[in-house]
């Protein structure tokens, strides 16, 4: 299963751009990028996600290379609700989500 | 819409208690998952199922047993708590085709003592 390294933590100035970047190397072919994120200790929340195009909804963008090695995910204009813990996925074909440490992003007034 | 609605929300147990921890979802998902976290930890998967009647260990499965006897509930079972079963638990579910997403209930918090 593909393992996500992401940074444990970063900041980002209010109504700024949020680029979280995760490194997903030893992806397969058909292996989706998931992003969810956590605020405090709740139920983990869909954000996004893409298999190797370039995906945006109405809550991010999700950027992924072209060799499909790292994505970046991005919160265009970061509100103070958008404090989280960030989680890069690799769904595996077996249809399991393998959540990693994720990245704790906090929103700075 | 319910979702995923997991029970109880809190719980107590001692140790060498069992208990079952409830987990129902009303959106005809056949695939169902159960995850633990520990304090400052991403989530582990524990147990999942790919319909009613099949299911199969996850990352940490040691201390845990499931059923799946229905489509909509997914119950998790501990037969003898031990402290290091202290953690939120999250059930979640998605459909097994297309680019599907999982749903999470919103946790059952155990601590054993």
């Known amino acids: 299963d593909a393992k996500t390294t992401q940074p444990p933590s970063m900041d980002c100035a209010e109504g700024r751009a949020a680029n979280l970047p995760c490194n997903h190397s030893?992806?397969?072919?058909?292996?989706?990028v998931y992003w969810y994120r956590q605020i405090h200790s709740q139920g983990p929340q869909y954000i996004i996600h893409?298999?190797?195009n370039n995906e945006t909804n109405e809550m991010a963008s999700l950027i992924i290379t072209e060799d499909r090695k790292s994505s970046t995910l991005i919160l265009p204009h970061a509100t103070l609700r958008d404090t989280a813990v960030y989680y890069c996925i690799v769904r595996n074909t077996g249809n399991q989500f393998y959540f990693g440490t994720g990245t704790s992003l906090t929103v700075i007034p | 819409n319910a979702g995923v609605t997991q029970t109880p929300k809190f719980r107590i147990l001692k140790i060498g208690q069992s208990m079952t921890l409830q987990c129902a979802q009303d959106?005809?998902?056949?695939?169902m998952y159960w995850y633990r976290q520990d304090p400052g930890m991403g989530l582990k998967l524990i147990y999942y199922?790919?319909?009613?009647?099949?299911?199969d260990k996850g990352e940490v499965p040691n201390g845990y047993n499931v059923s799946r006897s229905t489509t909509e509930d997914f119950p998790l079972r501990l037969e003898l708590a031990a402290p290091s079963q202290t953690s939120v638990y999250f059930c979640?579910?998605?459909?097994?085709?297309?680019?599907?997403?999982?749903?999470f209930g919103q946790g059952t918090r155990l601590t054993v003592v």
């Open positions: 979640a579910s998605s459909y097994s085709i297309g680019q599907n997403k999982a749903f």
């Open positions: 030893t992806i397969s072919g058909n292996e989706y």
């Open positions: 199922s790919v319909g009613a009647g099949i299911t």
């Open positions: 893409g298999l190797k």
């Open positions: 959106m005809n998902h056949n695939y």
